[in-house]
């Protein structure tokens, strides 16, 4: 059994009068990816989105509930929320990267925290990030371009490296392949898997083969519920909740 | 019959022609709309269009050449010495013309009878006292060359007018027949009409374009003719401004390129950081009930007229700022009107031009770009800093260079904040004044116009014209090399 690194109980989320989610319990362990799968609207970005406090750039939202990363409270007065957001990295459902060079995508992040003592450092900082993220042999040498040159799944895999950067602990993708051809899905995958060893994953998918595929816990989100959260095989294989086994094998959704 | 007749009755022909294209192919299926190829209003438009539009072009092309023609005819009329040497072809042809139509006026008016125009005789009448009852005043009395000139251009006038009618009438006529004759169940109005509608939207485009064109010659020649008298080496040699009407005046253009620049400057200085820092606030950090407050607040400022912001620069900021840097105060200051007035007013003025813009453009920034950054850690400024800002950097500078377009071009402020002196001086304490300013006071001064210290209101305006226009190129380049990097 591995430790827990993230435990979120009694989540409640509001967007204004809708209740988005409704009194969610989950831990989710160190060095694992964890899927969250389920229809639209589920709730399940929203929950991801809570994992690193991204809701309060948003008016409406409105979380309660208690949420611990390593035991400690992130919605705690005294955390500061863009601390956290370098601790909980975060990579999108589109490729987003700046309007920058690849370099200077990279080294955003560590430049920003202070992260690099001197130029060289964050060179190094830089190409190990682009390693991590699958992307250096093909962008070592156009460092200096534009990041939006890039194609879509080196773009995204440029943002994951970026997410890298920063060095955090729990990193979220939101739906990161559904922009991407089966090809680039293939590499990012591969990317999750070996992300793996360092970090805790957490990924929002709406492809249940691909949550089959990546992750070792899937928590699978009905209608703002969280129905039920166990080993990815025993979720594909012999789920214990009726709607999970609906939407499985495809009659809802 | 008068133009505005005859327009009007081709609009006519063209209304009946809808109508009657319509009715035409709604018999022909019976009634069942189903049956045609397309809707019956387009059967209409089409022949509206077919009937109106080339006789609508033929009659604006007659009404522009009909007097060419007319002009080069009589003018021939027009003995040698008629032109005696203190006045040129285009003065009498210009007298020929209100003779002529001082004629028709009385006629109009019953004070003479068609017969009795026609006949009247310099050397028997005074024309211009019969003119004068019809309330034609002329300048001088009426040669007989220049009447038997009038005479004649009125009858070619008369003749041409009438075959215009024909033609514009028979035009029409042979429009509406050809498109009544096509309007049959299967034929494709829609089609067409779409060809026509494109046609009217060309159109548009070129006249918009043929008119910057018109202006740009209009001053060209113009510019050539100062040019001709005074030297060009001069004007853009000489660091000296100083026109008198009496002749031997100097014009060089550095002082009032000078002052231009050195007041435009000084309002980019004010606009730009407070128009960016207004936008950025508005698009980022204002909540929505500010945003719809605070946006509009802010254009107000965009309407208010020039002259009202040159008030505000004579009567406030020019007074106030002579209280600290006047004689009674640091002592750098002489009078009210100054460079530093006018630019801090200009300044203001350009605000809402700098803001709005810039704000939809940082509004138009993709909040993918923000969510990735606020992913990363970053706070809000640093992402407006690093993230937004760079994003949206072509369109900043687009508005920036709008806004520096609108300074060098500003009059009014101005002539009421900055004062008159042409000066070459780094003080912005000083009066100094623009090409502007200066093309108002140069042509609305006395001189003769064909003086060069009149015509050199044209050159300025070239001048400026070409400054202006190579601001706006540098800023589509700037636009441009951007966009391809960011996209």
């Known amino acids: 059994m591995t430790e827990v690194k993230i435990a979120a109980r009694g989540v409640q989320v509001y967007y204004g009068d809708t209740h988005a989610i409704k009194d969610v319990d989950v831990d989710i362990e160190d060095k694992t990816v964890t899927a969250f799968i389920g229809p639209s609207g589920c709730g399940k970005s929203t929950f991801l989105r809570c994992l690193n406090r991204m809701n309060d750039t948003i008016d409406v939202a409105r979380v309660t509930g208690d949420i611990r990363i390593d035991g400690e409270d992130i919605y705690d007065k005294r955390v500061d929320p863009v601390q956290l957001r370098a601790k909980v990295g975060m990579v999108f459902q589109k490729p987003n990267p700046f309007p920058k060079s690849i370099y200077d995508n990279v080294a955003y992040g560590p430049k920003i925290h202070g992260m690099a003592r001197n130029k060289g450092e964050l060179d190094e900082i830089v190409e190990r990030a682009l390693r991590r993220g699958a992307l250096w042999d093909e962008a070592k040498d156009r460092l200096n371009e534009p990041g939006t040159g890039l194609s879509g799944g080196q773009q995204q895999r440029l943002c994951i490296a970026r997410a890298v950067a920063t060095e955090p602990e729990v990193l979220l993708m939101d739906e990161p392949c559904s922009a991407l051809d089966p090809i680039a899905t293939a590499q990012v995958e591969e990317l999750i898997d070996e992300l793996r060893q360092d970090y805790s994953v957490v990924i929002v998918t709406h492809s249940m083969q691909q949550a089959a595929r990546v992750s070792q816990k899937t928590a699978f989100f009905h209608l703002g519920n969280l129905v039920e959260y166990d080993e990815t095989g025993k979720i594909f294989t012999n789920p214990e909740d009726s709607r999970t086994e609906s939407y499985i094998t495809g009659r809802i959704g | 019959m008068p133009t505005l007749w005859l ?6 022909l063209a209304a009946a ?10 018999t022909a299926v019976s ?13 209409g438009w089409n022949t509206a269009m077919k009937a109106a539009t080339p006789a609508l072009g033929l009659l604006v092309v007659w009404l522009i050449a009909q007097p060419m023609v007319i002009d080069s005819r009589v003018a021939t009329l027009l003995p040698d010495q008629a032109v005696s040497a203190d006045t040129t072809l285009g003065l009498v042809m210009s007298d020929v013309r209100r003779v002529a139509e001082g004629l028709d006026a009385a006629v109009a008016q019953g004070v003479m009878s068609a017969e009795q125009a026609g ?9 211009r006292d019969r003119l004068a009852e019809a309330g034609v005043a002329l300048g001088s009395n009426v040669s007989s060359e220049v009447l038997n000139a009038a005479q004649r251009y009125r009858t070619l006038a008369a003749t041409g007018m009438l075959w215009m009618t024909i033609a514009v009438l028979g035009v029409a006529c042979l429009g509406l027949a050809w498109s009544l004759r096509e309007t049959r169940p299967e034929f494709r109005a829609r089609n067409v009409v779409e060809q026509g509608v494109r046609a009217i939207l060309l159109f548009a485009a070129l006249v918009a374009i043929l008119t910057t064109i018109g202006i740009v010659l209009s001053l060209i020649f113009n510019t050539i003719e100062f040019f001709r008298l005074y030297p060009a080496s001069e004007f853009f040699g000489s660091l000296t401004w100083s026109p008198s009407f009496g002749g031997g005046s100097e014009l060089g253009i550095w002082p009032l390129l000078w002052g231009t620049l050195y007041i435009s400057l000084i309002a980019l200085l004010v606009a730009v950081p407070i128009g960016l820092f207004a936008a950025i606030y508005l698009s980022e950090y204002a909540g929505p009930k500010v945003r719809a407050f605070a946006k509009p607040m802010l254009e107000v400022l965009a309407g208010i007229p020039t002259i009202v912001y040159g008030l505000f620069a004579l009567l406030t900021v020019g007074p106030l700022l002579l209280e600290v840097f006047g004689r009674d105060g640091l002592g750098w200051m002489q009078a009210g009107t100054a460079v530093m007035t006018a630019g801090l007013v200009m300044g203001v003025m350009l605000i809402p031009f700098v803001s709005s813009l810039s704000d939809d453009i940082i509004n138009s920034v993709p ?20 993230v937004v800002l760079p994003a949206a950097l072509p369109g900043i500078v687009g508005a920036i260079l709008l806004a520096a377009s609108r300074a060098i071009g500003e009059t009014m402020i101005v002539v009421l904040g900055a004062g008159a002196a042409a000066k070459l001086s780094l003080n912005p304490f000083e009066a100094m004044t623009t090409v502007t300013a200066k093309i108002v006071s140069q042509l609305t001064g006395d001189a003769d116009f064909a003086s060069p210290e009149a015509l050199v209101a044209f050159a300025l305006g070239m001048t400026l014209f070409v400054i202006t226009l190579g601001l706006n190129v540098f800023a589509l380049w700037i636009v441009r090399r951007y966009r391809e990097q960011y996209e």
Not at chain 2, 7 to 12: D, H, W
Not at chain 2, 119 to 127: G, L, P, W
């Open chain 2, 7 to 12: 327009f009007g009755l081709v609009l006519f």
């Open chain 2, 17 to 26: 022609g809808f109508l009657a294209a319509r009715m035409r192919v709604m």
């Open chain 2, 31 to 43: 009634g069942d709309r189903r049956q045609l190829h397309s809707l019956p209003n387009y059967y």
């Open chain 2, 119 to 127: 006949s009247i005789r310099a050397e028997f009448t005074d024309v």
């Open chain 2, 367 to 386: 909040q993918a770009m923000r969510d990735g950054s606020y992913g990363l850690g970053a706070t809000q400024s640093e992402t407006i800093r690093q």
